[in-house]
């Protein structure tokens, strides 16, 4: 069936119950590549909370786009085989705890037609809440529906993205993505064969699985935490990016980076393709 515009729109869930704990937390840490240096501690206070003198357990700031994973509006029919991340917009409202029971509420902010051989675009908004109702994040998040335009709704409208500086990068850093890091990946909470079974993929139109959008989403923030932000979970405000191109496990993933004050822009790439996999990307520290 076509989505259903315009009352695609009216749906919203409230107060969905969450939680999790440190495992969940170090869990997907590992399943960003964080650890690989077992020398590196800066890293390894994101997975390892057993340390011969104390030092506390950290939290990845993108581990907000898994801690309330799977929380949506409603029932959209969509052909699913051809849906893939489009964006993500994060604002962090405080830093997010080792542990919590949370709540979640969802809503669809925008449902955009790019034609029927050009798929759809729909925008959820999601607002995670401590157990005192206190705003932990607010996620905006978009999906690519490959086999779901032409359905008569609006094609314009969405927010304009971020532009990144045209001058050289002011950083680097280069990530080599592990033949199994979207099997770790996905213990997460994405279960999408996309990412781990070859048929499915190769019926969604890729040669092999792909690596989930949102690990490389955890990778820029990596890139950020380790160039510009010391490690600081709590620095950061705001981390946003729209997802361009598929990373296949296996390669090496180059997050480029321009800092403006407070705002550090990124884009991320992958060399040996000549591809870019993640653009208009900003991070805002404080």
């Not at 315009?6 to 590549?33: C, F, Q």
């Not at 993933?253 to 996999?277: M, P, Y």
């Amino acid at each position: 069936m076509p989505i259903d515009y315009p009352a695609v729109l009216d749906l919203k869930t409230e107060a969905t119950p969450y939680s999790w704990s440190d495992r969940e937390v170090m869990l997907y840490a590992l399943g960003i590549g964080m650890g690989s240096d077992p020398r590196n501690e800066k890293e390894l206070q994101f997975v390892n909370e057993a340390f011969a003198s104390p030092k506390p357990l950290k939290v990845v700031p993108t581990f907000a786009s898994v801690c309330a994973w799977g929380v949506r509006p409603g029932v959209i029919d969509l052909n699913r085989v051809m849906v893939v991340d489009g964006e993500r917009d994060i604002t962090f409202h405080k830093p997010i705890p080792i542990a919590a029971c949370a709540t979640a509420d969802a809503r669809v902010l925008g449902v955009y037609d790019k034609g029927r051989e050009k798929g759809a675009v729909i925008q959820n908004e999601v607002f995670v809440r401590d157990g005192d109702g206190g705003k932990i994040v607010t996620i905006v998040s978009s999906i690519f529906a490959r086999g779901d335009g032409g359905f008569g709704g609006p094609s314009e409208g969405m927010p304009e993205p971020h532009q990144v500086p045209r001058r050289p990068p002011d950083r680097s850093v280069d990530f080599a993505i592990r033949p199994d890091q979207a099997l770790i990946y996905r213990l997460s909470g994405d279960r999408n064969p996309l990412h781990s079974d070859p048929e499915f993929a190769i019926r969604a139109g890729f040669p092999k699985p792909i690596l989930h959008g949102m690990c490389t989403y955890g990778l820029t923030c990596r890139a950020v935490l380790q160039t510009y932000a010391d490690y600081d979970p709590s620095a950061f405000r705001r981390h946003r990016v729209r997802f361009s191109a598929p990373v296949f496990p296996g390669e090496i993933v180059t997050v480029n980076l321009w800092k403006d004050g407070d705002s550090i822009s990124f884009e991320a790439h992958v060399r040996e393709r000549q591809v870019i996999v993640a653009k208009n990307g900003q991070t805002v520290l404080g």
